[in-house]
């Protein structure tokens, strides 16, 4: 080990494992697991509560500065965020690891960017069988990092946190966007207040003027398709949406997939083009997305297409104030929960004879979506650009 280099046990105040929570659904702690951690920044919207009663060290309390990094599991080990901050006391749960940096030894966020530089490395430190990888504090603690000046290490965070500042205030855009387009549909077509509504008289939850159909009068409900055997067609260059790309979405819009397939793969799915509105039917089941991409979709998803009257924009918010009734409908339990076509073909949907006032939501919607795209396609161009960065600081081979 030279003399620029030390280990992260002898960098950290400590490193611990966190609580086993005892989940609530309100007035509790707020817990982060490991679907909280991607693409380097903490997701509050993947987060828990913990009951008040549960018992959380002072030192599983998370501080500004503190390193999460995930530690187990085949796909989420070793993936790594920065946690700056909370307005609610925050703890993780014991999937996540907290890296406690020793400010007067190391800078925080220089070590949060140098982690994850390194996650490859810190995921290869895991061991055990497929699904049940394990990264051990003892094991994680041994990994080397590159111990510049502070100075020289706080100018680089300042650097990469330029990009991460921009990415987290489109983030909050995109959530603020993405409210308000799905308040408009609350409005006027579930609590009914529509332009006019005043006049418009109301005979067993359905206005004066409108229809009660079912969905699948509105459109072609399909469900996406998996090449056999799958490990003949994987490793092509042909995007394949499956569920676990959506937990790496910050909007409606799906721009990357883990896992791509061949031509001939493709062939034997169902290709979408970008703009193609899909709905997860299995694990997170009822969730509607947007693809950003072209690509092919996993039997996991449901897809939508021959649309009549209504639009992808007005059935995307309708699909997102359905999901407890479509969730509801295939029932409880530990088994594995999968919608199916018919299913959300029942769903009912009342609509105004006159489609000026669909023509309406469709337009002011359709902006909104425009502007969620446009800020997400800039985080994917910033992320690009402050990962193209990373290497070149971290390594020296770029002068700060």
């Not at 790594?80 to 749960?93: H, K, Q």
């Not at 020289?152 to 603020?176: F, H, P, T, V």
Request: hydrophobic share 40%.
């Amino acid at each position: 080990m030279n003399n620029l280099t030390q280990r992260l046990k002898d960098l950290s105040l400590h490193m611990r494992r966190g609580i086993s929570p005892k989940y609530v659904e309100v007035d509790g702690t707020v817990v982060l697991n490991q679907k909280c951690v991607r693409n380097q920044t903490v997701d509050f919207n993947q987060a828990r509560l913990t009951s008040p009663l549960t018992k959380i060290p002072s030192e599983k309390l998370l501080q500004p500065g503190d390193i999460l990094v995930n530690s187990t599991g085949t796909g989420t080990v070793g993936r790594t965020a920065l946690f700056r901050g909370s307005d609610l006391p925050t703890t993780v749960d014991s999937h996540l690891t907290i890296v406690r940096p020793n400010p007067g030894l190391i800078d925080p966020e220089y070590l949060g960017y140098f982690l994850g530089w390194r996650e490859p490395i810190i995921e290869g430190m895991a061991k055990g069988a497929t699904n049940q990888v394990e990264l051990s504090v003892v094991s994680l603690g041994e990994l080397e990092v590159v111990v510049r000046p502070v100075a020289l290490q706080r100018r680089i965070g300042r650097m990469l946190s330029n990009y991460d500042d921009l990415i987290e205030n489109n983030r909050r855009r995109m959530a603020l966007l993405g409210d308000a387009m799905r308040q408009l549909y609350r409005e006027w077509f579930v609590r009914l207040r529509f332009p006019g509504h005043e006049h418009t008289p109301i005979t067993n939850g359905v206005p004066e003027g409108w229809e009660t159909h079912i969905l699948h009068d509105l459109c072609r409900i399909g469900r996406g398709a998996s090449p056999r055997p799958i490990a003949a067609f994987m490793g092509g260059e042909v995007p394949w949406f499956k569920i676990g790309d959506a937990t790496a979405s910050e909007s409606p819009f799906i721009f990357r997939t883990q896992e791509h397939v061949t031509d001939a793969g493709a062939k034997k799915s169902i290709m979408l083009q970008p703009g193609a509105l899909i709905l997860s039917n299995s694990a997170t089941c009822g969730i509607p997305y947007f693809t950003a991409v072209a690509g092919c979709v996993h039997d996991g998803w449901l897809h939508f297409s021959e649309f009549k009257r209504i639009s992808r924009q007005f059935l995307y918010c309708f699909l997102w104030f359905k999901r407890e009734e479509l969730v509801s409908s295939v029932g409880d339990g530990s088994t594995q929960k999968n919608l199916n076509t018919a299913a959300v073909g029942r769903l009912k949907v009342a609509l105004p004879r006159n489609d000026s006032l669909l023509t309406h939501f469709d337009e002011a919607v359709a902006r909104v979506l425009a502007m969620v795209l446009n800020l997400a396609t800039q985080n994917q161009s910033l992320r690009a650009a402050r990962d193209l960065l990373l290497p070149r600081l971290m390594s020296g081979e770029m002068a700060v």
